[in-house]
């Protein structure tokens, strides 16, 4: 959709000048039948804002629900019993439903197929006496056949490719989807979805209709572009001719459509038509269905042309060439599955005709076993091998059923394990980025993505356009690895050539040329050493780890190996345990020594799971604590949210970037580290609009940026993060780049931030003169961020604090209160580095005075932020009024605020989203004073319990110069409560 947006977008800025060209253009176009939204181009006063709005609803449909990682995709339809023995979850490509079908697949979500080259049979019966009108012509004006279905005819005819551009070809699929729909299919599939694009390649299509539209194409290129291709008049541009001529002065043999004049920008029309189709289709589906209907095709990605209307699809289900003459795992397909993850969406993948014709003549069901493997391993799915189409030459179309019993259990065991597959991303060594132009030129981007996987490395893509693909790179996907490899970096569009070139000016991002070079210079993070007996591709959810390790040759056993596994690039010390999950096999806990883990011989396909070792430092990775105050005894008043913390307002998400690293006597700039980010996101990372906000300071011997603006606007924009003291600027900088690669100026055209960056010092356990927090750290703190749990005590900017001379913190808590008929949620997040042991309270229990042991300050230093966050509509004076009140809990606490003391807070409402419109006039809803009591409550109990989370999260620590600071004693505290008769006994 994007493609077509941009292509028209221009045009339409060129209407503005009532260029005569231009309007020829559009007309030829229009007539061309491409696009009915050319008509809107024609319009008298039509803006190209207002254009883009009107494409963009349609669009809106895009979002239905993707395929899981855990899914099990069948390809065509089967019977009851077939679904059932796989666990089938999808049907790809079930043709027109039927009730019986139907009636089989209760329960699967059904696929409808439709194809656009393989239903000539069904189109001829639609159109008898005129299907000619409709065909894809050669350059001399004849029909062409579809090169793999020669075998096939109908009535005699041959299976002629049809023209996607042809009105009446066009008529006869839109019916054909729009009977799908009706049918009862849940979702749409396109089979052989780049229609006549696909001719090309085959020397077509030169029918009147395809002529006609690329002389309007050729008219809306800029003028630059057509003289660099020596076009001077696009209206007389015969095409035809031009080949004619050019096909007569060749040697015999050397007139294939690739060395053909004008060749890609006569493929980038094709393709961009197909694109503007598929989007098409997507829109009719959804106006059939009354709603939004997901859409795949059979992408086959290993080949450039076919990522051409990615934007239309919710997934590729694909024909990948999975190279089954070699005879072992190929690591071709993981750079398609790679390519998938990169566009942004899931990949059902099927063999080609040629994979699964060999694998019928042989019975190399084994091999079939690891493909199956290596989709899922990859994050993607292998669809069942139940029905699957074979091709050769000489035996033309046949079909493979694959026994049942050696491919479903490995379908099984990934839906009973879905907790290892679903929320696991690619772990990436390296990046390796290229332009569509790059792919297009060659097979080098194949070849290094081969190359990587062979010497055990992890990769993700970072895809960027050209004119055939609309795909921006990505400044999230540069920052997967601190490793980029560019290939033909000349490709690059400009803008992307300053995106990369931005990553690469970062000290801490190396960019290798070749894949060798990087492959030379270092190791993987997870290595067999010199063994190759599996390709290893590790994946992460949040703390969690696991890498899958799938055999390459099914023909010889593999052996017992040992897995050597770089722990500091998970962001750890060394690894604790290792569990491996195998099909068909119990889970069998594997032996760990100096982060090498001893692997046994694994038949096919085993998933190992790593977590941290809890043993000296700790606390940088853990996906939250397993007690936390309440569940200790403590008592606390007011009623939590369902978290109990301030993402249970709403929207509100939180982060967190944890730097450790390095022990004994301090060496600036190398460590140790003790240090971090945190971040909240007022209305998550996908939004920049804005909330009400107003801020307090109890003790200004503190920073936190951003808050002149908060005072005199009422408003905060962007996040609030939390660092160190000597961190602010890094990090205020980096949320700016943030900004504005997330959005647009403003309505006045200026590109502008003040961020909120507050801090706290870290220096007694921190190298906090080597500035190690880096602008990679906050923008993994931001991607890192969610609505869901969050983690405390010794994580992202609490890392390396201390809080009443205990390990100290992030804590967070929240409250639900009601104000008249109304429930609002009130949460508190803070970071936690104030105070002297004999101040601390907890419960009113003077803590502190009973807990000596272990003391680290004579005098009292540190600071806290606390981050307040409610769904109840207040305004930023209103918002003030609650930022005070946190100074009360912190009180209770036993705060008194020194001299020394930066205690700054900040409050924000999540309420009235239109805060932020451009408008002459906004309204705005607000509680009333008398309304704000029982929310003032909950602002003094949130903090308190927060800084008690804070507290009882956090876990001994050793940092700088040996350094050491106690977690406060679980067991202690509870004793001491009981004493005071302040012990909630219920809770355990």
Known sequence: MKIVIEHLTVIAWKLGSKNSRNERAIATLSRAGHSPVFDCLRRPGTRPLTLLVLLLLPASLLGSPEIKKSDVVSMYQADRATYEAYGIDVLAWGGTPTAKSLAAATGIRYFGSVGMVTEFARYYQRFPNSYEDGLCRDVEGNPIK???????????????????????????????VIETIKAGADGQHIDDHLGTAGSVSHGGCFCERCLTGFRGFLNTLPEASLERAGIRDPESFDYRQIILDWRSRQPAGQVEARRQPFYDIWMAYHLRAAAGFMMELRRLAAETAGRPVPLSANNCILYHPHTCDFQALDFFSAEIDQEAHRQVLSELPIFAYRLAEGLGRPLAATASGGDWALIKETSFHQLVQRWIALAYASGQS????????????????????????????????????????DDFETFADATLVFSQTAYRNGDALKQAGRDLTAAGFSYNLAVAGDETLSHPLDPQQLRQSNRILVLDPATLQPKDRDRLQERCADPQVTCYPSASDLVSSVRPAVDTGTSTDYILLPR??????????????????????????????????????????????????????????????????????????????????????????????????????????????????????????????????????????????????????????????????????????????????????ITNTHSVGVVRDAVIRWRVQQGGPDSEGYWWSLPVVAETWDGYLNDINGFHVHPEHVFEAIENA????????????????????????????????????????????????YGLRDQLRIAGVPVGLELREARVYSEEQGS??????????????????????????????????????????????????????????????????????????????????????????????????DHRVIELPHDQLRTVLKKYGRLNETTR
């Open 864 to 961: 806290i932020i606390i981050v307040i966050a409610t769904d109840a509509p207040l305004l930023s004076h209103q918002l003030k009024r609650l930022a005070r009140r946190a100074t009360l809990g912190l009180a209770r606490v036993g705060s008194t605020s020194g001299n020394g003391s930066g205690d700054i807070f900040i409050a924000f409402s999540t309420a009235n989203p239109s805060v932020a419109e451009n408008r002459e006039k906004t309204a705005v809803e607000m509680l009333s004073n008398d309304s704000l009591s029982p929310i003032f409550d909950a602002v003094v109990q949130a903090t308190e319990e927060s800084i008690v989370n804070a507290l009882v999260a956090a876990e001994t620590m050793v940092g700088r110069d």
């Open 540 to 721: 992460k959810s949040g703390d969690q780890v696991v890498v899958h390790l799938v055999d390459r040759d099914p023909r010889q056993a593999n052996r017992e190996s040992d897995l050597f596994v770089d722990a500091g690039a998970f962001g750890w010390k060394q690894i604790g345990t290792a569990t491996l999950f195998q099909p068909g096999q119990p889970e069998i806990t594997l032996p760990v020594q100096s982060n090498a883990v001893r692997v046994p011989s694994i038949p096919i396909w085993g998933i190992l799971t790593l977590s941290e070792s809890r043993e000296g430092v700790v606390g940088n990775l853990q996906s939250g604590p397993s007690e936390r105050a309440r569940d200790l005894g403590v008592p606390f008043e007011g009623v939590p949210g369902p978290l109990n913390a301030i993402t249970d307002v709403e929207g509100v998400e939180v982060g967190h970037s944890t730097i450790i690293s390095g022990a004994g006597a301090l060496e600036t700039g190398k460590g140790p580290i003790r240090t971090g980010v945190t971040t909240v996101l007022p209305r998550g990372k996908s939004s920049t609009s804005l909330v009400f906000a107003g801020w307090f300071s109890l003790n200004g011997n503190g920073e936190m940026t951003g808050t002149s603006w908060v005072e005199e606007s009422g408003l905060l924009e962007g996040p609030v993060m």
């Open 146 to 176: 579809v090169p793999w279905l020669t075998d096939h005819q109908h009535e005699g005819i041959p299976f002629w490719w049809c023209c996607t551009n042809q009105p009446q070809f066009r008529t006869f699929i839109r019916e054909r």
């Open 382 to 421: 292998l669809m069942t091998p139940h029905r699957q189409w074979c091709y050769t030459k000489e035996k033309g179309t046949h079909w493979y059923d694959g026994p049942e019993e050696q491919f479903a259990p490995l379908y099984r065991f990934v839906k009973s394990h879905a907790n290892l597959f």
């Open 786 to 833: 969610n609505s869901g749990p969050v983690e405390e005590g010794n994580v992202g900017g609490g890392t390396g604090m201390v809080c009443h001379e205990f390990k100290g913190g992030i804590g967070t808590s929240s409250r639900v209160v009601s104000s008249g008929s109304d429930r609002y949620t009130v949460g508190v997040l803070v970071q936690a580095n």
